[in-house]
């Protein structure tokens, strides 16, 4: 079951670049019976080694960007051990309580992100040849980029980078989620980026933050159990690169709203299992 659990997680990583990580907390505590703050760092030991090996097949075809995704994970690892230690206070039943609603927002954002023109998202906004960044308009509402394609890294556009990183960072620590959902549309709409480099740059990101949490929660004293974290990143692997081919031919707007309806049922689930409490 761990290696099936797997493979499911490595498709919708594959798929999506983020949010269908979202399956493997829920997948290894309600179907193979593991505590959940132990589930939590299974999780980010499996997605994290996934997305690794998935942000190297799409830096390989040059569809990352490496510059961009640092800056991201660097704040990401600055959250990390604060969502890891938010977790340490809260009981379980609370953490999944609190795990259900976090799916449920991811849920509406990937619908929404779905009804969207992607054209709208992943149109880039460059320089004219015939003048300077500072004869741009560098203060609106997201970054820029130059004639080359290339990001303009002003403050305002570090600033929603950093702090998008750190809530991704938190989410990260506390639930065992690679905070892919966050991180693949702020990068389309406040960096311009194509939802294709997106995803590659959100798996290097998602796999650092991931690291980042995993030496957290060892650090607090959480136990691992190594066999199933092997088994589930051995079914991720092939689940991955099925995702990845998926994703070259379907709808990426399709896609996004059956994942949408999928996270949202088993939200649903989580929290009639945890209504109790």
């Not at 589930?39 to 390989?60: C, D, E, M, Y």
């Not at 609370?94 to 054209?119: E, H, P, Q, Y």
């Not at 308009?137 to 403050?155: E, F, K, M, V, Y």
């Amino acid at each position: 079951m761990s290696i099936l659990f797997g493979i499911i997680t490595g498709i919708s990583l594959g798929l999506t670049g983020g949010g269908g990580a979202v399956f493997a907390v829920p997948m290894l505590v309600y179907g193979l019976g593991i505590p959940t703050r132990q589930a939590v760092l299974i999780s980010l030991v499996s997605v994290g080694t996934t997305a690794l090996l998935g942000f190297l097949q799409k830096w390989r075809r040059g569809e990352a960007e490496l510059r961009t995704g640092l800056l991201f994970a660097a704040a990401g690892i600055l959250g990390a051990p604060l969502g890891s230690w938010v977790a340490h206070q809260i009981p379980d039943p609370l953490l999944m309580l609190l795990f259900a609603l976090l799916m449920a927002v991811i849920a509406t954002v990937m619908w929404r992100k779905s009804s969207r023109s992607s054209g709208q998202a992943a149109v880039c906004i460059p320089l004219d040849h015939a003048v300077t960044a500072a004869d741009y308009r560098l203060d609106g509402p997201r970054c820029q980029r130059d004639a080359c394609g290339n990001l303009i890294l002003t403050s305002r556009c570090a600033r929603l980078l950093l702090l998008t990183g750190v809530l991704a960072g938190i989410l990260s620590g506390m639930f065992g989620v690679g905070g892919g959902f966050i991180i693949v549309p702020a990068l389309m709409v406040f960096s311009s980026m194509s939802m294709s480099r997106a995803v590659g740059t959100s798996l290097m990101v998602i796999s650092l933050v991931s690291a980042s949490g995993v030496i957290s929660q060892l650090s607090a004293g959480q136990h691992l159990q190594w066999q199933t974290a092997a088994l589930f990143v051995a079914g991720g692997l092939p689940g991955l690169s099925a995702g990845q081919t998926a994703a070259r031919y379907l709808s990426a707007s399709t896609l996004q709203k059956v994942f949408a309806v999928a996270i949202l049922l088993v939200a649903m689930f989580v929290l009639a299992k945890n209504a109790a409490w």
